[in-house]
């Protein structure tokens, strides 16, 4: 069910993407309440709209939401449990680092347990490159489950990325180096979903 819903919001995603060329609109969605499939319908189409003018840094400049549906996806096909929390967090996990969308505007929208999960996978972007780097390293550890899960499925898709769609200004060393600082925080994460890591392991295998 939760597989069919990501399907079918990816195209409304794409129809968003469509009617929204070059707006930036910031909607007022009113609180997400309800069924979880209700709340992340909405974030699907929120996400598609703060992220409606970015792309991935590959070669084939992949729609931004591409990740975002990828990642959520990943969550929802490895676990047994339907989380929508998760799978809504999954979908925002990007939106409050990369749009002008605030963890204040995550919280109002879609609740505090979204909001908790976004902010754990959220960098401080006002400290340097090398700095957040090595912070997701020392933090990965202490996150809660569903955070570990997200970081996992985050670099997953990532490291697919750099297979499928390098970025063309990427060495080989720059990718083997991407891949080590992934591993190294995933290893913070491991224990949780066996079926999520295998697939990471798979996708480190394939970018090495
Ligand atoms: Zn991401």
Redesign the pocket.
């Known amino acids: 069910m939760l597989q069919f819903l990501v399907e079918t919001c990816l195209c409304e995603a794409v129809r968003s993407l469509e009617n929204l060329r070059g707006k930036q609109t910031l909607t007022a969605l009113p609180r997400a309440n309800g069924s979880g499939l209700h709340q992340l319908a909405k974030a699907l189409d929120y996400a598609a709209r703060q992220h409606v003018a970015q792309r991935r840094k590959g070669a084939l400049g992949e729609p931004y939401i591409n990740?975002l549906c990828e990642?959520a996806a990943l969550l929802a096909e490895t676990s047994d449990q339907e989380d929508a929390d998760l799978l809504s967090a999954a979908v925002l996990?990007?939106v409050v680092e990369d749009t002008d969308a605030t963890m204040e505007d995550v919280r109002a929208l879609f609740g505090p347990e979204v909001a908790r999960i976004v902010a754990e996978v959220t960098d401080d972007t006002s400290l340097p490159r090398s700095i957040r780097k090595a912070r997701q390293i020392e933090k990965a550890p202490t996150l809660s489950q569903q955070g570990r899960m997200l970081k996992i499925a985050?670099k997953t898709s990532n490291l697919r990325a750099i297979v499928a769609s390098p970025p063309e200004d990427w060495s080989d060393d720059r990718k083997r180096e991407y891949v080590r600082w992934a591993e190294e925080v995933v290893a913070g994460c491991r224990g949780l979903n066996h079926r999520l890591e295998a697939e990471f392991d798979t996708a480190a295998a394939e970018a090495k």
Do not use: K, L, S, T
Request: glycine share 0%.
């Open positions: 990740h990642v996990h990007d985050d």
